[in-house]
């Protein structure tokens, strides 16, 4: 980094003392809580986490030097748990990102199964689900359950991208097509329960963190 762009002495100091007033207010909220979920200790704890974060690049800009804390990020935290003390039903919430890696191998994915399906062919018999993307995914999700398609999705030429799984806890379930029409706008994290994310920043994240060791051991 160069030195214009690097951050001041006072910008640096100004961070360390956002780190303590963080700190101090984190404390105050621990010691005056309500409750194992009591959401002023849950903002305080978020405060500091920034603070500290804001805190570690600037030393690094600045000094080449790092914390020796570990910033939890967004995706290990959630809100406090305000679900029912024992569920009676859950919801399990999963996004799964793909990248069409391969449009050939989709397409030809598609048009075998089509082969053997004699309801998707045109009016001359020839199957044409394979003719666009846009059709062979239809194909593919049509016939194949989600969780089969993120075991095989390297054969159907799909890369995959980040995915998040959220079992969230309810009272009762909801009526027979209640949420069809908006089916995660009712996503509430302060049901989770649990929540599992993948995606490879958390792996880059791990290189960055051997990489910096290597740097401050002179390797």
Known sequence: MSDAAQPSAAEVRAAADAVKVALDRHLEAVER??????????????????????????????HDE???????GAQDSL???????EPNALSVLIRRDYAVAEPQRLLAQAQR????????????????AGSSVHAALGVLFGEYEADEIASRHTE???????????VAAADELPEPGEWLGAPFDDADPQLVVCRFDVSAVFDEDELDGELGGL????S
């Open 113 to 128: 199964l089509a082969d053997l399906d004699p309801d998707g062919r045109d009016s001359d018999g020839a199957a044409v």
């Open 66 to 72: 790092v914390t020796p804390f570990e910033i939890p």
């Open 156 to 166: 159907f030429g799909l890369e995959e991208g980040d995915s998040t799984l959220w």
């Open 33 to 62: 809580r309500s409750g194992d979920d009591d959401p002023a200790v849950y903002d305080a704890f978020n405060a500091l986490a920034a603070a500290a974060e804001v805190y570690d690049e600037l030393l690094y800009d600045r």
């Open 79 to 85: 809100p406090p748990y305000s679900g029912p003390e």
């Open 215 to 218: 740097a401050r051991d002179g």
